[in-house]
T-cell receptor, first 112, second 115 residues
Framework: KQEVTQIPAALSVPEGENLVLNCSFT??????LQWFRQDPGKGLTSLLL?????REQTSGRLNASLDKSSGRSTLYIAASQPGDSATYLC???????????FGEGTQLTVNP | DGGITQSPKYLFRKEGQNVTLSCEQN?????MYWYRQDPGQGLRLIYY???????QKGDIAEGYSVSREKKESFPLTVTSAQKNPTAFYLC??????????????FGDGTRLSIL
């Protein structure tokens, strides 16, 4: 059964800082891995989907990497802004690919 | 615009009452999912459906029921058997491919509370 862990649980940084969020998973036989953002009281917004054949995926100031052999993914946020404040969740599929297992998220606060 | 619509946004349940949460999508996705989120926690899967007229239990299906009569709709009923229903409920959908069901798109959620 897939298990997903995110470290740290919470992170507070000053505006402009570059930061890294970590995600680890136990079953490395995954097709892909997905990063989401959740604002308070809202649903999840998909940020990046990395296929197993890729090592990185970029969208604007966000860069996600995937290392299947070590069971790890990282989300790098460059030049952080107060608007980046949210909870970031990663999700890895079960081997069948039909369902996702979510980490508990990293709550990010970017201070002006 | 294509997307997922959940209603209502807020719902209150009385003791012994069944309530139904609505989820509709116009993305033409085959797969749909229901998750429960408790404060400060990640998402836990309640039920999912990969095709019309078929669905599977997730990790916490007890006290819940679903139906999938139409591709666009996947309503969730929280029954009186669910003793701790207060939570944030999220519906999602995705395409089905040979390499798994991704990516998942989410609605804005329904917050359920006990009166």
């Amino acid at each position: 059964k897939q298990e997903v862990t995110q470290i740290p649980a919470a992170l507070s940084v000053p505006e402009g800082e570059n930061l890294v969020l970590n995600c680890s998973f136990t079953d490395s036989a995954i097709y892909n891995l997905q990063w989401f953002r959740q604002d308070p009281g809202k649903g999840l917004t998909s940020l990046l989907l990395i296929q197993s054949s890729q090592r990185e995926q970029t969208s604007g100031r966000l860069n996600a990497s995937l290392d299947k052999s070590s069971g790890r993914s990282t989300l790098y946020i460059a030049a952080s802004q107060p608007g980046d404040s949210a909870t970031y969740l990663c999700a890895a599929p079960e081997t069948s690919g039909s369902r996702l297992t979510f980490g508990e998220g990293t709550q990010l606060t970017v201070n002006p | 615009d294509g997307g997922i619509t959940q209603s209502p946004k807020y719902l209150f349940r009385k003791e012994g009452q069944n309530v139904t949460l609505s989820c509709e999508q116009n993305l033409n996705h085959d797969a749909m999912y229901w998750y429960r989120q408790d404060p400060g926690q990640g998402l836990r899967l309640i039920y999912y459906s990969q095709i019309v007229n078929d669905f599977q239990k997730g990790d916490i299906a007890e006290g819940y029921s679903v139906s999938r009569e139409k591709k666009e709709s996947f309503p969730l009923t929280v029954t009186s058997a669910q003793k701790n229903p207060t939570a944030f409920y999220l519906c999602a959908s995705s395409t089905r491919t040979g390499s798994g069901n991704q990516p998942q798109h989410f609605g804005d959620g329904t917050r359920l509370s006990i009166l």
